[in-house]
């Protein structure tokens, strides 16, 4: 049987931690989490919340199997879900003993483009920075309506070019945990203490160091990319928005992590980009496609990996009957 461990982390030069919110992704968790663990996140922690898809019970068995850390979280009244989940992450030791930290979201994929895109590739070719903000590059649908259990990574290969807007948010790869009051939030840590602010060195995706405002909290808006700044050449994160129309119909069902509202068929057209091609991930799919395989040949995870799919195209067919899809940027040749 193929080792659920890449052969790399058997030396574990040092703790990269990976932190996820997921509700109801049952069908993509394997391919996710292969994928990071075949780029070099050694600790993955996902929290869940609310699900009808059967994804607890996976992430519970994948824990038993030592890949993955479960916090199954019970959403208060008052509480935004991602938040409060965040808040119980940061109490967990791996923390403390993590040499660097991402967070991501379920339908987002760090795409390392130096090295052999691993993550310590990335950290490699920015010395002496303390977090590295990584932008967007936003698929779309790429012409498909309906969902599919398959890789999201070779499904969705069109996507919005680099000048586009929606590609100006970032997620951001840190060290140095004990700098900041919030460590764990979707798109970098926050409130870093007075003594740290001196300290850190951040750099965007080029590499190029960035202005302190990016962490100093002396700007209270979204901070995003400035226009005409994004940069890939590094890395990107592959965010997989709105998959197919039956997953973005679901994903608006389900709502978001931090209870803002949001108008779907408004929404769908701004985020369904397809303009250009993109496999640059394609060459870490074969290493991402063996631990898949072997999460699989387990009896556990594969009856669970079933329920999920089965549970999820219920509640698909549940949530579609009656959604229309909107407009949006077609793919190419289409």
């Not at 519970?60 to 850390?69: E, I, P």
């Not at 923390?95 to 339908?107: P, Y």
């Not at 594969?302 to 940027?329: D, E, K, M, N, W």
Request: glycine fraction near 8%.
């Amino acid at each position: 049987m193929t080792s659920l461990v890449p052969p790399f982390e058997a030396q574990r030069p040092c703790r990269i931690l990976l932190v996820a919110t997921m509700r109801n992704e049952g069908p993509y968790i394997l391919e996710w989490l292969a994928y990071h663990r075949a780029i070099g996140f050694t600790d993955i922690v996902v929290c869940t919340n609310d699900c009808v898809d059967g994804s607890p019970a996976l992430l519970d068995r994948l824990q038993a199997l030592g890949l993955v850390t479960h916090l199954a979280h019970a959403v208060g009244p008052d509480d935004k879900p991602q938040l409060a989940a965040y808040a119980r992450a940061e109490a967990l030791p791996v923390l403390a003993e993590a040499a660097w930290i991402m967070v991501l979201d379920a339908d987002e994929f760090l795409n390392v483009h130096v090295g052999e895109g691993r993550v310590t590739d990335l950290i490699e070719a920015v010395p002496g920075c303390t977090a590295v903000l990584v932008n967007w590059r936003v698929f779309g649908s790429s012409g498909h309506h309906a969902w599919s259990p398959d890789f999201v990574t070779e499904r969705f290969t069109r996507a919005a070019p680099r000048g586009h807007g929606v590609n100006r948010p970032y997620k951001t790869l840190f060290t140095r945990a004990g700098a900041y009051g919030c460590k764990l939030l979707p798109h970098q840590p926050r409130f870093p203490r007075p003594e740290a602010l001196g300290t850190l060195r951040y750099v965007n995706g080029a590499g190029d160091v960035l202005p302190a405002y990016f962490h100093d909290e002396s700007r209270n808006e979204f901070l995003q990319s400035e226009p005409g700044a994004v940069s890939w050449r590094l890395a990107q994160v592959n965010h997989y928005n709105t998959r197919s129309w039956d997953d973005y119909v679901v994903k608006h069902r389900r709502g978001g992590g931090l209870n803002i509202d949001w108008d779907r068929d408004a929404n769908w057209p701004v985020f369904d980009r397809n303009e250009e091609e993109d496999a640059t991930i394609a060459g870490r799919l074969p290493a991402a496609r063996t631990l898949y395989d072997a999460f699989l040949a387990d009896d556990g995870v594969r009856a669970c990996h079933a329920r999920c799919c089965r549970l999820y195209g219920a509640h698909v067919a549940a949530s579609t009957p009656s959604a229309i899809r909107p407009g949006s940027q077609a793919p190419a040749g289409t």
